[in-house]
């Protein structure tokens, strides 16, 4: 029972759960819950963009662009047409799947470089969609949502959302977690490493590709309705090109194919650009240095190198990092 | 029965014929042998035979069923397992993952009980890594039960990449140079591992330069010469044609087979023969 | 052909050229050391801004021109030095991030430096639009494109006919052969930003002039020049040069005949197009790898 409480899988959800709860003490004012919740919901995409990039192995620079449009289109349904606002998150939720279904299969042929590119041109296409078709977006001026509500019930404040992000981030790392340690797990990271070694023992390579493509986009399309809804607003900014960047950057600073990891690297970096308002006109030479920098010096990102590091420390024990942490 | 029917099997890369018109088929329970010079096209054959390259021209047909082109991994769903003479192993894995990769056919399961983690899933989880460890032994690996994939030495890595095939339960498997890089203690064991294979009802489709292990295992010899069949026949018929001694020596020999002593000598001795 | 045709054309050709000098840069790199570089962009950007303040300072074009391009150049250097080459070995994305970190901070010194205003630059040789075939041109499109053939022309014979060229093409063909024979691999690394760091400053120098230049004028043109090169197949020089052309020529008959609201979104379409059914562009290399 304490091996399995000191395993990666079981411990890290109770160290993760356990960090959700004990944060609130920290967090004094509802500025610090307002921070809290992007980076459960940052959290949330980086949870599954990491699925799709540390473990299957192909990049994405442009999952802001699902994320943007879970957060517009829970906005439309919700707010221009009054739909239940669960429903427009559903539905939108399943058009979301059913896009990078489609794009999928001829997206993820392409290797390296190429699926970089195709990826960060389906990105900007969304984004050149949403602030040119103002009639529903409201175009570069952004839209207003309505709060999230189930029934008569309407969900406001701060700390409510943070209970229910950090239960849904939680939820997300389990699904990600399960899958990972599954045949289709084991899948993805076997044609990460040899693509040809995979499909002949019988592994669908580009089928597999899809779905974890899939399954990214839903992450990133349902963290961008919550955030639309719990923000009230809704602006191009969040579907633009750097933000796909600062995705990918949190799963790589965190460390690819580690969970927790994405996890990290999403909390480091979405309070980063809060503390570096200091630097004030030094602000946007900072972030791209320390992004340089993180780089250069953790290339396996901080998690799996402070893992590394523990191991190194411990001795003696048994085998090497364990990959599935 | 034959197992597998190759008929005017080609394969153009450019201007070059790295196969051509290749037309032969294997029987079930042989260990079916292909040898030819550096470059004769071996392993291109296997990756046809697989689906990993698309044939120019021809036909490919397992157990009766059609299978060109078709994808790989369509070709390992009817029984076809290989290993690589550039390896091929998943080095993000320990060696026990790897070969538990090797069930997922055997394995895999819906997408809701994947990300819910179902009972039955756990089980099937227990029963894989079972099955893996008892492959890992079966081939030779119980020293490696935990090991990371890319800590294990060369000769470990082949065997495991064997394992791994073995893992799809497959009617045919196709090694293509197993005993390259091994010492002759390690060439030993890898025969005896093919002897025990055909035993498990495997049919073994052999690529190698190692002549005394091909002499030693080989039902069925075909010899490849740039990408044409220059000789296919029982292994003794085969070791003694001067067609092929002279693919392998380069130089003209008496029609007569008198060289074939010579072969015969370099065969005991071990000697690999390249071109 | 219509006049309406022909500007477009025309209009087409010269943003093309300057996606073209943007491909070579980024093909040039690639092939040199396997990284994309993201900050492609802010060369252009450097080049231009700088040119705009050195002859805002006096100093006539003869000098303020070539001392511009230098600056893009060390900046370059720089980067090849201080970032790519700590972290070779480094997966894809890693490299990615840290190109796309250089480019931010060079993009945030810029400000500091300069302003966050746009800036104007005087045409080489006046502003009188020339007419042909009932389109008009302005003197400095025709600077573009003829700057832009000479920089192919000069290239071309670089790469096949100088020692120093043969050697980068060589290393680009097989890195290993290449330093065993004796060339210097991290010279030919080295020198190929500094390279393609002066053909993103000729490119903005080119064309400040029409557009207007500002610190983030790199980003856009940095992405386009990506897709022109990708388009064109990675490492083709020939590629770079198509696919610039290409996606100029695209870029504008579709803001002109189709929608304008959409010119940005074009090359981003017609590349995914493209590669659904080439995966490898139009000239890149084929066939896939071998096991
Ligand atoms: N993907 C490819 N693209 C182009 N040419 C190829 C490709 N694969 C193999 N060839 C060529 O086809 C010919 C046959 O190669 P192959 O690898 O099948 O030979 P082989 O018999 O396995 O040789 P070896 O004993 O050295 O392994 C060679 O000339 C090789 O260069
Ligand atoms: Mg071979």
Known sequence: MLQRLASPRTGGLLALAAAIVLLPFLLSNSYFYDIAILVGLNAIVCVGLNLLIGYAGQISLGHAGFFGLGAYGSAILASRYGWPPLAAMLTTTLAVAALAFLVGRPILRLKGHYLAMATLGLGIIIF?????????????????????????????????????????????????????????????????????????????????????????????????????????????????????????????????????????????????????????????????????????????????????????????????????? | MSLLRVQGLTKKFGGLNAVEDLSFDIQTGSVHSIIGPNGAGKTTLLNLLTGVYQPSSGKIAFEEHDLTGRAPHEYASHGIARTFQNLQVFFNMSALENVMVGRYMHERCGLASTLLRGPGLKRAEKTCRDEAAELLRYVGLQDYLSSASDSMPYGALKRLEIARALATKPKMMLLDEPAAGLNPTEALELENLIGRLTERGVTVVLVEHNMRLVMGVSDHILVLDYGRKLAEGPAQSVRNDPKVIEAYLGSSVPHDGSFGKDIAAAVTIGVEMRR | ?????????????????????????????????????????????????????????????????????????????????????????????????????????????????????????????????????????????????????????????????????????????????????????????????????????????????????????????????????????????????????????????????????????????????????????????RGGERV
């Open chain 3, 1 to 285: 052909m219509s006049a309406q045709f022909m500007q477009y054309l025309l209009t087409g050709l010269t943003v093309g050229a300057i996606y073209a000098l943007l491909a070579l840069g980024f093909s040039i790199i690639f092939n040199a050391s396997h990284v994309i570089n993201f900050a492609q962009g802010e060369f252009v950007m450097i080049g231009g801004m700088a040119a705009v303040s050195l002859t805002a300072a006096g100093l006539p074009y003869l000098l303020a021109v070539p001392l511009a391009i230098a600056a893009a150049a060390l900046v370059g250097l720089a980067l090849e030095k201080f970032a790519v080459e700590p972290a070779r070995g480094a997966s894809v994305v890693t490299l990615i991030i840290i190109t796309i970190g250089a480019s931010i901070f060079l993009r945030g010194l810029a400000m500091l430096v300069w302003d966050k205003n746009l800036h104007p630059l005087k045409p080489f040789t006046g502003d009188t639009p020339i007419a042909i075939g009932g389109a008009t041109i302005l003197p400095q499109s025709l600077w573009v494109l003829g700057v832009t053939l000479a920089i192919v022309l000069a290239l071309s014979w670089f790469f096949g006919r100088t020692l120093l060229g043969k050697a980068m093409l060589a290393t680009s063909h097989n890195r290993l052969a290449a330093e065993l024979v004796g060339i210097n691999v991290r010279m030919v690394l080295f020198l190929s930003f500094g390279l393609s760091a002066a053909l993103g400053a000729i490119a903005g120098i080119l064309i400040a002039p029409i557009t207007l230049t500002s610190y983030d004028v790199g980003v856009m043109l940095g992405l386009k020049g990506f897709a022109a090169a990708i388009l064109g197949g990675l490492g083709s020089g020939m590629g770079a040069v198509v696919g610039g052309l290409v996606l100029g020529i695209a870029e504008t008959m579709s803001a002109g005949y189709l929608s304008s609201a959409y010119k940005d979104a074009i090359a981003f379409v017609i590349i995914l197009a493209v590669l659904f059914f080439m995966p490898s562009g139009l000239f890149g290399k």
């Open chain 1, 128 to 325: 050149m969609v949403i602030t040119t078709e103002d009639k529903f977006t409201g175009g570069p001026d952004g839209l207003s949502v309505v709060p999230f509500s189930i029934g008569e019930y309407t969900l406001r404040g701060e700390r409510l959302w943070y209970w229910i992000v950090g239960a849904l981030l939680l939820f997300a790392v389990w699904l990600a977690l399960n899958l990972i340690e599954s045949p289709a797990g084991r899948a993805l990271r076997a044609l990460h490493s040899s693509e040809v070694g995979a499909e002949v023992v019988g592994i669908d390579a580009a089928r597999q590709k899809v779905m974890v493509f899939v399954i990214s986009a839903v992450f990133a399309s349902v963290a961008g309705s919550l955030a639309a809804h719990y923000s009230g607003f809704v602006t191009p900014g969040k579907v633009a090109f750097f933000h796909s960047i600062e995705l990918v950057t949190m799963v790589v600073f965190g460390g690819m194919a580690s969970t927790f990891g994405a996890v990290v690297g999403a909390a480091v970096l979405t309070t980063l650009p809060q503390l570096l308002t200091v630097f004030k006109d030094y602000e946007m030479m900072v972030f791209g240095a320390v992004m340089m920098g993180t780089m250069i010096f953790l290339p396996r990102g901080v998690v799996p190198s402070l893992g590394r590091l523990l191991e190194l420390r411990r001795q003696g024990a048994a085998s090497r990092s364990d990959p599935r942490t």
